[in-house]
């Protein structure tokens, strides 16, 4: 991840941990504080949560050692997990790359404007992030009977002739749901890239103008990407996480579960077993399975953007 | 709503300051798109603000209307009547809410920054494996994680405290990655420059390192903030007097259909103390490298 550690303080000879304890002593206390909790809130969880997955536990009674039987189970025996795992990599593949891509782009495009103009017009993208569940306004648009937005105006501009069941039909549910996606997908990435561009350093601009950039889009390709490849590279991660672990969305909006499973994810899987059977064993493998799929994305995806600007 | 106008004129104003590499082509073009995709984003909010002027009978009206017809306060006083035959008074809740967020808020700025300062310029034992499973631990989902962590938390015995908000927020690994990204950036002259001056990692950390990393932990605060202020406490609080008004008002809201006129003015209470301070937050995200005045 990190690609510019210069300041390298070991020369490769092995010292007892007394000495690296006093070499690297700043070091290790800043760190100290966060270590401790991030230790005790989320490395024993999720260590825990593993252990878990290999066993058969319904929260009443203690949790019974099965061994690898979740997994199979998941891999062999689940077709509605083999749909799950087919709509989510489907739906992260398309709404993935488009929302990273419109990140940076509004980013981009609002970052030439005043700090005061920039902010209003952040909030303004950023809007559908910061009102809580605003996606419930698509249900209204894509209701069912004609008073839904959606229905209202194509009957009256004479495209049907009776109201469509969006939420009700398998064709509609999908695109339906990665168009609610999009539309929320200017969240942390984004903001994250609007403070990326404000720290480009301004001199490389005229610098580059004399090296012969004629136009923004090679400034871009040249200048821009490249000086913020850090947080190209948070941004990936934060984009991998959210476009492979929806589920809120599809169950609000297409109900659960929904119609032949046409909005069923992982994560909506994994809800079905950790909050309505309390089979938390299997619930666990899910997360497991969900986790090293994000894992290896990631891996595919920092490789490419190594190459941004190259 | 009036963005668009906005965004053309300062466009056109900043071309006066910047003429390189831009043409009016593109500046024109690039504006409208960005003006009718911010009215595709923006208009929940609209809906938001409108809607808690509606009276009743607008709110119910369907088709839904965007706009208000007659604007009213009605919903306002009705929130107010019930705050004031509250139990507990609502501004005890409010007090646990503003604690909650600013502690855990600046705990979580200050804690991540902290560490991710040596994660992200220098090499020692453990950092590399630090840093992988900081990332990796953000890919691991969080509901199946939410049951070690109530026995964790009771193990501790911070159920039923502040604390089991605050301790999670200051845990935030979203922060951490987010500032050690930002602080890769800072040169390493700058840091060597300072040692020279005899500055410990701790002054470092507070006299370079924070302040050139500004936008970054604004962009954080933004984050944690919005994210704590809506809080309801997340199952680790009973005690009403400890409840955070989120929890208070989505009981008032709760009610029944009576109430969506109430539940319309209260959306609108919540959402503008995080909106405020996005503006004015967002506004001070602004270059902090070119006053580093070092060329590499």
């Known amino acids: 991840m990190q690609t510019s550690r210069q300041v390298k303080t070991s020369n490769g000879v092995r010292r007892s941990p007394m000495q690296v304890w006093k070499e690297h002593k700043g070091k290790y206390l800043l760190i100290l504080p966060f270590a401790i909790l991030f230790l005790v809130f989320t490395i024993i969880p999720v260590f825990t949560s593993i252990v878990i997955s290999f066993t058969s536990f319904n929260m009443l009674e203690p949790p019974v050692f099965i061994g690898l039987r979740n997994y199979i189970n998941l891999t062999v025996n689940d077709d509605v997990f083999l749909i799950a795992v087919k709509n989510t990599l489907f739906f992260a593949l398309i709404t993935g790359p488009i929302s990273y891509l419109m990140c940076f782009v509004f980013s981009w495009l609002i970052n030439e404007l005043s700090p005061k103009v920039r902010a209003v017009m952040t909030l303004v993208f950023y809007a559908p992030s910061i009102s809580g569940n605003a996606y419930m306004i698509w249900k209204l648009i894509f209701s069912s009977d004609m008073y839904g937005y959606a229905n209202a105006w194509l009957l009256k501009l004479g495209f049907i002739s009776e109201p469509i069941l969006f939420f009700d039909k398998k064709e509609y549910v999908f695109p339906i749901l990665v168009l609610v996606q999009l539309w929320l997908s200017l969240g942390v990435s984004f903001l994250a890239f609007i403070a990326g561009l404000q720290n480009v350093d301004k001199s490389l601009y005229e610098a580059g103008q004399i090296d012969g950039i004629r136009n923004r889009w090679q400034e871009l390709w040249f200048i821009t990407l490249p000086s913020m490849r850090p947080q190209l590279l948070f941004g990936a991660v934060m984009q991998i996480t959210a476009s492979l672990s929806v589920s809120q969305i599809s169950i609000e909006l297409a109900g659960f579960p929904s119609v032949e499973y046409s909005g069923h994810t992982i994560l909506t899987h994994l809800h079905d077993y950790g909050f309505i059977r309390h089979e938390m064993g299997y619930a666990s493998a899910i997360a497991t399975v969900l986790f090293f799929i994000m894992v290896f994305t990631n891996i595919i995806v920092q490789k490419v953007l190594r190459r941004v600007g190259a | ?296």
């Open chain 2, 1 to 296: 709503m009036n963005s668009l106008p906005l965004a053309i004129k300062k466009v056109y104003m900043s071309r006066k300051f910047k003429r390189r590499n831009r043409s009016m082509f593109g500046d024109a073009s690039l504006t409208l798109f960005l003006g009718l995709f911010g009215l595709f984003s923006v208009w929940p909010l609209v809906f938001i603000i409108n809607n808690a002027f509606k009276p009743l009978n607008e709110i119910f009206i369907f088709p839904p209307k965007l706009f208000v017809q007659s604007p009213t306060l009605t919903n306002f006083q009705d929130l107010f009547i019930i705050i004031g035959n509250s139990w507990i008074p609502m501004s005890r809740y409010l007090f646990n809410t503003v604690f909650l967020t600013a502690a855990g808020t600046l705990s979580s700025v200050i804690i991540g920054s902290m560490a991710a300062f040596p994660l992200a310029k220098y090499v020692f034992p453990g950092s590399k494996t630090m840093s992988k499973m900081i990332v990796y631990s953000l890919m691991f989902n969080g509901t199946v994680t939410a049951l070690p962590n109530y026995v964790i938390m009771s193990k501790l015995h911070l159920i039923d405290t502040y604390w089991a908000v605050i301790l999670p927020a200051a845990a935030s690994t979203l922060g951490l990655f987010l500032m050690q990204n930002f602080m890769v950036q800072i040169p390493d002259a700058l840091i060597e420059a300072a040692k020279m001056d005899g500055a410990n990692e701790l002054t470092i950390f507070w006299k370079v390192m924070m302040p050139l990393s500004k936008s970054a932990w604004i962009t954080l605060i933004i984050l944690s903030f919005q994210n704590l202020w809506g809080t309801t406490g997340g199952g680790f609080i009973y005690t009403e007097k400890l409840k955070p008004i989120s929890y208070a008002l989505s009981q008032i809201v709760n009610a029944g259909v009576a109430r969506t006129g109430v539940a319309s003015a209260v959306t609108l209470i919540m959402l503008i103390v995080p909106i405020v301070v996005f503006v004015i937050s967002q506004s001070n995200v602004i270059s902090t490298m070119a006053t580093s005045g070092i060329k590499e």
